[in-house]
Structure formats: structure tokens, C-alpha cells
């Protein structure tokens, strides 16, 4: 059975950094594309970053472009997301998922097959 269990969150002031992990198991994480998502109170989830299966192809939101990166180690089964130069509109519940696809990936919530729970980030001075 596939899972996906994020971690990282926490409280941390403007301007401050944070890196989220996602832990992948029960699939060969090899063959999915991995995506974060994050959902912030009364808005809709957006996609914030995604890396396709081969690690060659990234994609990354105009609103964190700059800021955020994406990373995996398939050696670990762990996929990375790295925050940098947080602001109060980063606060959001995060989420990793994942679809299976080969040498894409893609930022829209509909293709993808497995969610994790999500980790809350809170950026509060």
C-alpha cells in the first residue's frame, strides 16, 4: 500500500527557512512523479513544486519561483522541499503526492494518485 508521510513543518518568522521532507514507501518511487501541494485557510490547493521520476524535469510555481526548491533521493525514498525567504503567505498545510509518469511532472492536482496527510508550516513573527 502506497504512503507518504510528511515532515518539517513548524512555526518560523518571515524571512526564516524550513525544509520538508516526504517519505515514500509501498511503490517503486522510481517510476512517479512527486509533487508539493499546500492549502492555506478559506483557498484552494495549489501546486507548489514538482520533480518527474528521472529527476531531469522540474517544475516550480511563478508565487515561490526563486524561493523554493524541489529535490528527491530515491536512494532513501524521501522526497525534499526546500523554503527559503518565507512570508505569511507561505502559512499552509503541505502536502506531498505522487502519479505515476515518466519523465514529467506536472502541478496540477488532478493527476495525482496518493496524497500524504500534510505538515503545517506557520510563518508568524
Known amino acids: 500500500q502506497l504512503k507518504a508521510v510528511e515532515s518539517g513543518g513548524g512555526l518560523v518568522q518571515p524571512g526564516g527557512s524550513l525544509r520538508l521532507s516526504c517519505v515514500i ?30 529527476q531531469r524535469h522540474h517544475n516550480v510555481a511563478d508565487s515561490v519561483k ?5 529535490s528527491r533521493d530515491d536512494a532513501v525514498d524521501t522526497i525534499y522541499l526546500h523554503m527559503n525567504h518565507l512570508n505569511a503567505e507561505d502559512t499552509a498545510v503541505y502536502y506531498c503526492a505522487a ?20 505538515t503545517q508550516v506557520t510563518v508568524s513573527s
Open 25 to 54: 514507501s509501498g511503490f517503486n518511487l522510481r517510476a512517479y512523479a512527486i509533487g508539493w501541494f499546500r492549502q492555506a485557510p478559506g483557498k484552494v490547493r495549489e501546486g507548489v513544486a514538482c520533480v518527474s521520476n528521472d
Open 66 to 70: 526563486g524561493r523554493f526548491t524541489i
Open 99 to 118: 502519479y505515476r509518469a515518466q519523465f514529467v511532472c506536472s502541478l496540477d492536482e488532478g493527476r495525482y494518485t496518493s496524497w500524504g496527510q500534510g
